[in-house]
C-alpha cells in the first residue's frame, strides 16, 4: 500500500519547516491579522505573544512570523498543553479562528488520508457500525479504550483525529471494516482502499 507521507510530515515540525508553513499559510489564504488568536490556540502564552506584538508594531507578517517561530521552537513547553508542531495541531488551531477555508487546504495537501476519511465519515452505515467496532479499534489504538461504550458520533470523531493525525490509522480502520460482517460497511471499506 502506497504511503502518502514523508516521514517527515508525520514528526513535529521544528524551525527548519518555518518558510514552509509561511508559504502553506499564504497559498491557502490566510491573511495573517487574527495571528495572535492563532498564537494563543497554538499553545503560546499572552506574555510571549504580547512581546512579539511589542517588539513588532505594525507589522502584521512580522507577528505571524514570530509567533510560528515561538511554536515551532517551543516556547512556553507548548507540548506540555498537547500542541506539539504538527501539521495537524495547526490546522486545528485555524479551525478554532474560524479559517475554515485555510483548514481545509491545509488539510487536503497535508493529510490525503484525513480527506479519504472525510468523503466517507457521513454514511450513516459507517456510523451504525462504530458502536460493534469500538472494542477493534481499542485494540489496534485508533480510540481510546474509554470510548468504547460511546456513540457513533462521538467514535466518529475520534477514529477522525486519529486518521489525521497518523495515516497508518485509516489503513487499520480499513481493515476493520473489511472484517465487519456488514455488505455495506464491507462495500465502503473496498471504496477508501481504492481512494487510498
Not at 87 to 97: D, G, N, V
Amino acid at each position: 500500500m502506497a504511503t502518502p507521507f514523508s516521514r517527515r510530515q508525520l514528526h513535529a515540525l521544528d524551525i527548519d519547516d518555518l518558510a514552509e508553513i509561511l508559504h502553506l499559510l499564504k497559498r491557502h489564504g490566510y491573511s495573517g491579522t487574527s495571528y495572535y488568536d492563532l498564537g494563543l490556540y497554538l499553545g503560546l502564552l499572552p506574555r510571549t505573544l504580547d512581546v512579539i506584538e511589542k517588539n513588532n508594531k505594525e507589522d502584521v507578517n512580522s507577528c505571524l512570523r514570530e509567533c510560528l517561530k515561538a511554536w515551532l521552537q517551543q516556547t512556553n513547553d507548548v507540548h506540555i498543553m498537547g500542541v506539539d508542531p504538527t501539521y495537524h495541531s495547526l490546522i486545528q488551531a485555524l479551525r478554532k479562528l474560524g479559517e475554515n477555508a485555510v483548514a481545509n487546504g491545509i488539510d487536503r495537501e497535508k493529510h490525503p488520508a484525513c480527506v479519504i476519511f472525510t468523503q466517507y465519515e457521513s454514511n450513516e452505515c459507517i456510523v451504525a457500525a462504530l458502536p460493534s467496532l469500538a472494542i477493534l479499534l481499542s485494540k489496534e489504538k485508533i480510540i481510546d479504550e474509554m470510548l468504547v461504550p460511546s456513540t457513533g458520533k462521538v467514535l466518529l470523531k475520534a477514529v477522525k483525529e486519529a486518521v489525521c493525525a497518523d495515516y497508518h490509522n485509516l489503513e487499520k480502520f480499513v481493515t476493520i471494516l473489511m472484517n465487519s460482517n456488514a455488505h455495506l460497511v464491507t462495500a465502503i471499506a473496498v471504496s477508501m482502499l481504492k481512494d487510498y
